[in-house]
């Protein structure tokens, strides 16, 4: 629980710091993230180095080794470094396939972190395209709104896959 109160945190503060900058028109560079940077690119940098280690952890435990315990901290390794659409596919099908071996509570937070990921990779290959469409193109609030919601829902994602792939082999 304590680790998703820190994700519930540290996405509100991310998200309401940009919206804040934004609605201020502050120009706080740690708290812009509508880009890569701010506060929830570096929390989002941060989880997913913490994901990969979790999952290197799992590596270490897991018997049998099967595929995905074996790929899986290989491709959060690769994705700390570069993000590629077909590598967060394959790394998204490696969770799922650990996930399944983790005990309930674990899968729990896993399936919601995998929910978050999507989320956060559709807006991300689609998100401007339908500002657009809408007419809500530019720099505007609905922009504003598409950046948080798809860099809280990343940010949260990589926390919850850390925490949820910790835990679930803590307490085997």
Known sequence: MVGLALTVAVVTAGTAGQLVDYG????????ESSGDG????????????????????????????????????????????????????????????????????SWTMLHAALVLLATAFLLHAGGGTALDVFGAAGDGWAHQLESVIKHGAETGGWMLVAIGLAAGWRSR
């Open 38 to 105: 701010g506060l929830l690119g570096v929390a989002s940098d941060v989880a997913l180095v913490a994901a990969a280690l979790a999952a290197w952890v799992v590596f270490a435990q897991a018997r049998p080794a099967t595929v995905a315990t074996v790929a899986l901290p290989v491709l959060l390794t690769f994705l700390v470094f570069e993000s590629l659409a077909p590598v967060a596919v394959v790394t998204f099908i490696a969770l799922v396939a650990v996930a399944q071996r983790l005990p309930r509570q």
């Open 24 to 31: 201020f028109n502050l120009h706080v560079a740690v708290l």
